[in-house]
């Protein structure tokens, strides 16, 4: 694993991102990888020429694009003819009927990256932009400090790329994205320690070996990726924005590059400006913003970890502030709930819609049916609420809240009395429910 120079290759394309901003203050930087200010120690994100944007695109060029997330490469931060394409986005927006019902909205879609290419969550999004990025920026060995999901995306996205992988983890990670990493290959470090550990000592390996981190030095590469998950809703929804989307909060980043996915659209013309609501969700255990929110506050106070949504358990969230800033401005709201209500998401969104997330989907589905239940989501509503991961990933979590197989002898009469203990059973459960 050999040492990054920082060299930028060229297509002849015109690009139509132009350099790195500090979100505060607006000093600008050269496009490399970097990712603080050094003068206002804000993140940096990348800034786009949006009449270069306007006079490439249309609904008609992005529609006859690529069936992934690459159809909006002119919004995206590469300059490569071949961007790292493995089929990622794209995923189905679902028009929910019995989780609609059940929870008395008319008009709620479930936008589905627990199906995502090529690791079943969100982060083959930013992972495929910020590798990209890392190729053209001459990076040989990539990394990242992850709470699994990431380091799957990482590992397999690199795999496909010929990079050199290393990924860090906490060591007490679930055991299927444990497994989804290492059989990809990467050498893969589990650290006695927290995300924010990680992130920290990641930090230091960073600046001393010179690797591309994608959510470090790479960052504002890498979180201009979540813009698509906008992108691709407003484009399913017939080119319109919806009224209101519920999404999972870890560091803050999906959440907000949601809202400039929409924002950009509509500075180019793509769709029609309409104020858009946006709520999010925590996991009582690890819920900084929401703590922040519901305090009035306007900074976040970092907080150690201890729930089973591990994969948005960030204590120290680096886009805590802007997530909150937001929901304030759209009139939105961020809530957190107790694993209890994880688990029943999961199991709620499993038997309504078939759609079995991990537990960032779990807490998100706990969240709209409280802001339901609360009257802070209107029935008429266009909703649109963001599955972020699978739940094969994560199946310790609800193992010991589930049925469990009826065994039976291979005979007719053996197969009936089960039949009939099973419907016993459900009758009952009914009752218990009715009471």
């Not at 500090?22 to 009449?51: I, R």
């Not at 270069?52 to 992005?62: C, D, F, H, M």
């Not at 609800?398 to 469990?404: L, R």
């Amino acid at each position: 694993m050999t040492q990054a120079t920082q060299t930028q290759t060229t297509t002849g394309l015109a690009p139509t991102f132009t350099h790195l901003v500090s979100k505060e203050g607006g000093v600008k930087y050269p496009l490399k990888a970097l990712h603080v200010c050094e003068e206002t120690f804000s993140p940096l994100e990348v800034a786009y020429d949006y009449d270069a944007i306007r006079a490439q695109v249309s609904r008609e060029t992005i529609e006859a694009g690529p069936n992934s997330i690459w159809r909006y490469k002119a919004f995206l931060p590469v300059n490569s003819e071949n961007p790292i394409d493995v089929g990622t986005g794209m995923t189905p927006l679902v028009k929910s009927t019995r989780l609609a019902r059940r929870l008395g909205l008319k008009n709620l879609y479930i936008k589905n990256d627990a199906v995502n290419m090529p690791t079943l969550s969100f982060k083959d999004r930013v992972v495929s932009v910020a590798l990209t990025r890392a190729r053209e920026l001459g990076f040989t060995t990539v990394s990242c400090a992850s709470t699994g999901n990431l380091a799957n995306s990482t590992a397999a996205i690199a795999a496909h790329a010929g990079l050199d992988c290393c990924v860090f983890i906490p060591s007490d990670l679930e055991a299927g994205k444990v497994l989804g990493t290492l059989i990809y290959n990467p050498t893969v470090m589990a650290v006695k320690g927290n995300y924010d550990q990680v992130n920290r000592l990641c930090c230091e390996v960073g600046n001393t070996y010179g690797w591309g981190f994608v959510n470090i030095n790479l960052r504002p590469y890498y979180s201009e990726g979540s813009k698509t998950l906008g992108f691709e809703v407003a484009e399913q929804l017939g080119w319109k924005l919806p009224d209101h989307v519920v999404a999972p909060l870890a560091s803050g980043s999906l959440y907000t590059k949601i809202y400039k996915g929409f924002q950009e659209f509509v500075k180019t013309g793509l769709v029609e400006d309409k104020a858009v609501r946006f709520s999010g969700a925590q996991a009582e255990g690890c819920s900084p913003i929401a703590s922040a929110f519901k305090e009035g506050r306007d900074f976040v106070t970092p907080v150690k970890p201890n729930t089973i949504a591990k994969s948005i358990a960030i204590g120290n969230p680096a886009d805590g502030y802007y997530a909150l800033d937001i929901a304030r401005k759209t009139n939105g709201n961020i809530e957190s709930v107790t694993d209890a209500e994880i688990v029943e998401g999961i199991k709620l969104l499993a038997e309504t819609e078939g759609i079995f997330t991990e537990t960032a989907g779990g807490t998100t589905v706990a969240v709209l049916k409280k802001l339901v239940e609360a009257g802070k989501i209107d029935t008429d509503e266009t909703t649109v609420v963001y599955i972020t991961g699978n739940g094969l990933k994560t199946q310790e979590a609800v193992q010991e809240y589930i049925g469990q197989p009826l065994t039976i002898e291979p005979k007719l009469d053996s197969f009936e009395r089960a039949l009939e203990r099973s419907r016993t059973l459900d009758r009952l459960d009914w009752q218990q429910v009715l009471v």
